[in-house]
């Protein structure tokens, strides 16, 4: 277990993390996103986060959803292949349940390959669909209304999409940020419907980067993430340092009073919280 830990902030009950895939902030500043920029004013934020390395989807989203990284988490491949199994650490998720079974778990994403982080019994809900972020947004935004989870990861491919058609800065792509921020707009719209706002963290973040139409190098294009707090118990407009994809992972379990296990790499960024 992790020590010397700050109390997480009262009120916190539930966490939402919500990933824009190959969501490179200075693309993405460009992009029309005012639901975003709204949020970013109530935020505790950088721009600066850092995706592990290899910068890709598979590997980040793993470091991002089991707080270790790749060398501890052995996904080092960027698709489904089945016969290669699950991810062989605990999934947030998986935490999650055997701290307490009875908090409710969900996963939403538009790849297959997130089905390698589906350890069974971790998840009351595992939803893959192959489609854009509004789409993604309201399956997850029924789930939030029916069976208000506890913890809910949801995924846009949108911005990484355009990204490898179109390049990384394209007008297509800018396009696909603003569907995802559409897509943010339903799950918060859903979360204020059912009045969980007041106990919910949103954590608004992405997986990696990009330059040209590709990603996975070790430069600051396919590296640099956003890292977005908004919600309960956030400190709104504290600067963040640096956090990483791992870091993510450890801030949820942190915010839902559940131990941090010794290993992990994430630190979670209690600086973006109240005391
Ligand atoms: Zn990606
Ligand atoms: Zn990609």
Known sequence: MQS????????????????????????????????????????ASTMKAQAVIPSITLVNHTSMLTGVKPAKHKITWNEWEPQKGM?????IFSITKKFNK????????AKQKFTHLFLPG????????????????????????????????????DGDHYGHNNGWGSPQQKQGFADCDK????????????????????????????????????VTDDREI?????????????KLGQPSTCDTAATALWL?????????DGRPVVEAFTR
Do not use: C, Q
């Open 226 to 238: 956003p890292w977005i707090a908004y919600g309960a118990g956030v400190k709104a407009g504290v």
């Open 122 to 157: 971790s998840l009351d809900n595992f939803v893959v669909i192959s489609d854009f972020a509004p789409a993604v947004a309201t399956a997850a935004a029924d789930t939030i209304r029916r069976n208000t989870p506890d913890l809910l990861f949801v995924h846009f491919a």
């Open 4 to 43: 010397n830990l700050p109390t997480p902030p009262a009120a916190v009950k539930r966490v939402v993390i919500i990933s824009l895939d190959g969501g490179k902030p200075a693309v993405m500043r460009v992009s029309r996103m005012p639901h975003l920029e709204g949020m970013l004013k109530h935020s």
């Open 183 to 218: 897509g943010i707009e339903i799950i918060v719209s859903a979360l204020r419907r059912k009045g969980l706002m007041d106990e919910t963290v949103i954590i608004i973040s992405a997986d990696h980067g990009g330059h040209e139409k590709t990603h996975g190098m070790d």
């Open 87 to 91: 991810v062989p650490v605990p999934t």
């Open 256 to 264: 839902m009073g559940i131990p941090i296990p010794a290993d992990l």
């Open 102 to 109: 009875k908090l409710r778990t969900g996963l939403f994403a």
